[in-house]
C-alpha cells in the first residue's frame, strides 16, 4: 500500500468530498439511485465497476460537469449542490482533472495547454503563465523540449503526463483521474502510477481514480469503491474489498487478471526476483 500523507491540520475522519443521496438519471435510464461516498483527504481512493455503472457520470456529477436529478455533494462545510454556477465555478477551481484521453487542445502546444487555465483562473500574464506551466510539465517528467511540441508529436504516456500538467496547473487539492492508464502499455502504466503516488505525497493531494486496471489499485490506492446496482457497493481497503460477497467482485478480483495482479503485487512488496 502507498505511504499515505494526510494534509496537515485537518483530521482524517473529515471527508473532504461528501456524496450523499445521488441520484443520476438519462430518461428512463436511471444511473445512479441514492448514492452515498466519502473521499478522505490525503488518500488515493480507486472507483471500480462494471463497464456502464456510472463511475464517469459519478466524477463528472462531483466535478460540475454533469448536473444531478438529486442529492447532494459537499465539499468540506459547503453543499456544491445548491451553489450559484459562478459561485461553484470558484469552489471547482479547487479540483484538477484528468479526462480519459487527456483532452489536451491538439491545435495547441504542451506550454500553451498548460498556461490555458492559469491565464484565465490565476490571472497570469501569458509570460508568467508559460514560466509556471514549464514547471508544471517538468514536474510530471517531461522532459524540457517537449515543451513546445503539439500532442499529436507525443506517445501515450507523455499525453497522459501534459494533461496531468494542466489538471495541476491551479495547485487543486481534489485530483480527480479519468482511466489515467488506459490505453498506456504495461512499462508506461507502471510509470504513471508510480507518478500517481509521487504526486500524491509530494503535493498532498487527495486523488479519486476511475479505474479498470487491477495494477493500479494493487499499486496506488489506499481505499476502492465498488459501483454496483446504482449505488456503491462497498468502499473500503483493497483487502477487504477483495472479500466482499459479491458476484462482480468475485470475478473481478479473483479472476485470472486479478490473481496476476495481486502475485505481482506481492513480488513487488516481497522484493522477490521476477
Ligand atoms: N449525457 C448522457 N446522456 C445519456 N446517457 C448517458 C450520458 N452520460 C452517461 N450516460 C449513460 O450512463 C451510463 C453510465 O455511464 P458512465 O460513462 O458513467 O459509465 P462507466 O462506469 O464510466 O463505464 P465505462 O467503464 O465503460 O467507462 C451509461 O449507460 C451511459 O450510456
Known amino acids: 500500500m502507498p505511504e499515505m500523507k494526510p494534509q496537515k491540520g485537518r483530521s482524517l475522519s473529515t471527508p473532504v468530498i461528501q456524496v450523499r443521496g445521488l441520484c443520476n438519471r438519462f430518461g428512463d ?53 445548491e451553489l450559484s454556477g459562478a459561485e461553484r465555478s470558484l469552489y471547482e477551481q479547487r479540483f484538477g482533472v484528468l479526462f480519459q484521453g487527456g483532452a489536451l487542445f491538439t491545435s495547441l502546444n504542451l506550454v500553451q495547454n498548460v498556461s490555458l487555465p492559469l491565464v484565465e483562473h490565476a490571472g497570469l500574464t501569458r509570460t508568467e503563465a508559460e514560466e509556471l506551466a514549464r514547471m508544471k510539465l517538468a514536474l510530471t517528467g517531461l522532459p524540457a523540449d517537449a515543451a513546445l511540441k503539439y500532442p499529436a508529436e507525443l506517445s501515450g504516456g507523455m499525453v497522459k503526463r501534459a494533461a496531468l500538467a494542466r489538471a495541476l496547473a491551479l495547485d487543486p487539492e481534489v485530483l480527480f483521474l479519468d482511466e489515467p492508464t488506459a490505453g498506456l502499455d504495461p512499462i508506461g502504466a507502471a510509470a504513471f502510477d508510480e507518478l500517481i503516488v509521487t504526486m500524491r505525497n509530494a503535493l498532498g493531494l487527495t486523488v479519486f481514480l476511475v479505474t479498470h486496471d487491477l495494477d493500479t489499485l494493487y499499486t496506488t490506492c489506499d481505499r476502492v469503491a465498488v459501483l454496483s446496482r446504482k449505488k456503491v457497493l462497498v468502499a473500503d481497503t483493497l483487502e477487504n474489498v477483495a472479500r466482499t460477497d459479491d458476484k462482480w467482485i468475485q470475478e473481478y478480483f479473483h479472476g485470472p487478471r486479478g490473481r496476476a495482479a495481486i502475485d505481482a503485487h506481492n513480488r513487488l512488496t516481497r522484493q522477490e526476483p521476477v
Request: charged content about 15%; overall charge negative; proline content about 4%.
Open 29 to 81: 435510464h436511471v444511473v445512479h439511485d441514492n448514492l452515498d461516498l466519502d473521499l478522505y483527504p490525503g488518500e488515493i481512493l480507486g472507483v471500480v465497476g462494471g463497464s456502464g455503472t456510472g463511475k464517469s457520470v459519478l466524477l463528472r456529477s462531483i466535478v460540475g460537469l454533469n448536473t444531478p436529478s438529486n442529492g447532494h455533494i459537499q465539499l468540506f462545510d459547503v453543499d456544491l449542490t
